[in-house]
């Protein structure tokens, strides 16, 4: 109850008066701002944040557009918000050594300080949507509003037509145009996760709009979030092992994402996770929410000694909103579905990527650099025997095995490199 009525908060922030948001229209646009419009709707906003209002209007030639105004004052406010929560979280950490050992409170501030910066300045809000309205290309009845001019505190964007998903009516649709818009919707953002490796970090219902014969819109990309490759491919055999209900496989791959700390109960984790994942391999979105479950393994992992990468405070804010959002249309989806049907996409894109060039080139070098570090390993292993910190495991030789036959077999993966590298080289040429 608590949640639903936080969550109406999100486009719902009390509305200033327009005479106190005109200052900064003429402050990026000039004093002759309004010459550049037929009609601005300024008694009534389409919309209110803590950030911004936005208003309808339309340009001289007629066509409809939005005017999103950002809040004047802002910036100082924001500044000085950020430097009291880093030295609160550096006080936290000093007082709870254990909890910033498994939450890094510190490295996970500066990410979600980084999602939100761009909603300081819209040029870089409109560069978001540019790069989101190229990687939705293909997707369905999903679409990305156009920039039409943007400043640092003002963006004029085309309208795009329905109302935000949560108070739209589900008998306005057709059950099929239902369905297919939570999973659009839903598939975008998974391949964002996995794929494009940028994605929404607050598709919250108010900054998705829905139409009966447009499809849905995304709006407001002042917050992104951006995850590296190591990270999403953890992310994904996480999703894996739900997926195939095995708790075993998905703890491994979310401790891959972080690290265990000397204290962590590994066993104590996978035993958590084993009980959580039949849950949801075959759960719809109205019978469970998946955002929760979500905090929830964030949860056991702190206390089981996990050490969690920084950015999944926004991977899981953006996972419990867009699971949020599509819940209020279409809840009989459910995510492990469109994950399964997603896969095959994201896979084609996980093998070209693969054996591109650069990937290529990269385990080519790190082959080489393993070979050229056996001398090394070899005084780091009589240092140890000096020290009498080294153990022994005697593994018996396989019949036949010969002291040739064991460099071949370790030259092999580079061999491998080296041939799938010059084939492409060939082909292409």
């Not at 206390?303 to 920084?310: A, E, H, Q, T, V």
């Not at 996972?319 to 279409?330: H, K, Q, T, W, Y």
């Not at 025997?385 to 396989?398: G, V, Y």
């Amino acid at each position: 109850m608590i949640a639903d009525e936080l969550g109406r908060l999100h486009d719902r922030v009390q509305v200033m008066p327009f005479s106190a948001m005109e200052p900064v229209l003429v402050q990026d646009l000039g004093p002759a701002w309004r010459a550049n419009f037929s009609h601005v709707n300024v008694i009534r906003p389409l919309g209110t944040a803590s950030l911004a209002q936005v208003y309808s209007g339309r340009l001289r030639n007629g066509k409809q557009v939005v005017l999103k105004v950002q809040r004047p004052g802002l910036a100082p406010i924001m500044d000085a918000d950020m430097r009291m929560l880093k030295r609160a979280t550096k006080y936290v950490g000093r007082c709870a050594p254990r909890l910033n050992a498994t939450v890094d409170l510190h490295a996970m501030l500066s990410i979600v300080f980084d999602a939100i910066r761009p909603e300081l300045d819209f040029r870089l809000e409109a560069q978001n949507m540019d790069t989101a309205r190229q990687l939705a290309h293909g997707s369905g009845p999903l679409m990305i509003p156009d920039v039409l001019h943007a400043t640092e505190h003002v963006m004029v964007q085309s309208f795009a037509p329905g109302t935000n998903i949560r108070d739209a009516d589900p008998t306005d649709f057709k059950d099929g145009d239902r369905e297919t818009i939570g999973r659009a919707l839903l598939a975008f953002m998974l391949r964002g996760y996995f794929e494009h490796r940028f994605f929404h970090a607050d598709p919250h219902p108010g900054n998705i709009l829905v139409h009966p014969e447009y499809g849905a819109s995304v709006i407001d990309w002042g917050s992104i979030g951006r995850i590296d490759r190591r990270t999403s491919l953890h992310l994904l055999s996480t999703l894996l092992g739900v997926a195939e209900n095995d708790g075993h496989s998905a703890a491994r791959a979310w401790i891959g994402m972080g690290s265990a700390t000397p204290w962590a109960d590994i066993s104590g984790f996978v035993a958590d996770c084993s009980l959580i994942t039949p849950k949801l391999a075959a759960a719809t979105m109205e019978e469970l929410n998946f955002g929760s479950l979500f905090a929830t393994v964030l949860q056991r992992s702190t206390k089981r000694g996990i050490r969690s990468s920084p950015i999944v405070s926004v991977l899981g804010k953006s996972f419990a909103n867009i699971d949020g959002s599509v819940r209020c249309l279409s809840p009989e989806i459910s995510v492990i579905d469109v994950f399964v049907e997603t896969l095959d996409q994201i896979v084609c894109f996980l093998v070209k990527e693969s054996t591109s060039d650069i990937q290529l080139i990269r385990l080519l070098m790190e082959t080489l650099t393993a070979s050229h570090s056996f001398p090394a390993s070899f005084n780091d292993i009589v240092r140890d025997l000096a020290n009498k910190e080294t153990t022994f495991q005697f593994i018996p030789r396989e019949r036949g095995a010969t002291p040739a036959g064991e460099r071949l077999r370790k030259l092999t993966p580079l061999a491998l490199v080296y041939l799938l590298w010059r084939t492409r080289r060939v082909s292409e040429g």
